[in-house]
């Protein structure tokens, strides 16, 4: 398995949203809705996957596979993962400089 998301050479530490999603993964029942916002994906499946890979906690499917495989491989890595990772804080809310300067996107 990969280390995951790394900046500069760094890793990257694990956001509560990510783990939202490994941990939706690791106890989703077949046939269970997509959560959001991949529900809103045209490919949810796949959305999920690329991001399980990005975050290290699979290794991408190989081309082919059928998705019930897919759907075992991906529960029994996000398990894994989430024994190695808890849970993280939600981050505190902040304002940004530019946003106290009322600065907006394309102002």
């Known amino acids: 398995m990969s280390p995951g998301l790394s ?13 939202l999603l490994v941990d939706w993964v690791a ?5 269970a809705p997509f959560p959001e916002p991949w529900s809103y994906a045209h490919s949810p499946l796949q959305s999920m ?9 699979m290794q991408p499917p190989a081309p082919g ?3 019930a495989t897919i759907a075992r ?3 029994a890595a996000a398990q894994v993962w989430l024994e190695q ?4 804080e ?7 400089r530019a946003a106290e300067r009322g600065r907006s996107w394309g102002i």
Do not use: C, M, N
């Open 7 to 19: 900046f500069g050479g760094y890793p990257d530490r694990v956001r509560l949203s990510d783990w």
């Open 27 to 31: 106890t989703a029942k077949r046939g």
């Open 49 to 57: 996957i690329r991001q399980l890979v990005e975050l290290g906690v």
């Open 65 to 67: 596979t059928d998705v």
């Open 73 to 75: 491989d991906a529960t």
């Open 85 to 88: 990772h808890p849970r993280p």
């Open 90 to 96: 939600p981050e505190p809310a902040t304002t940004s």
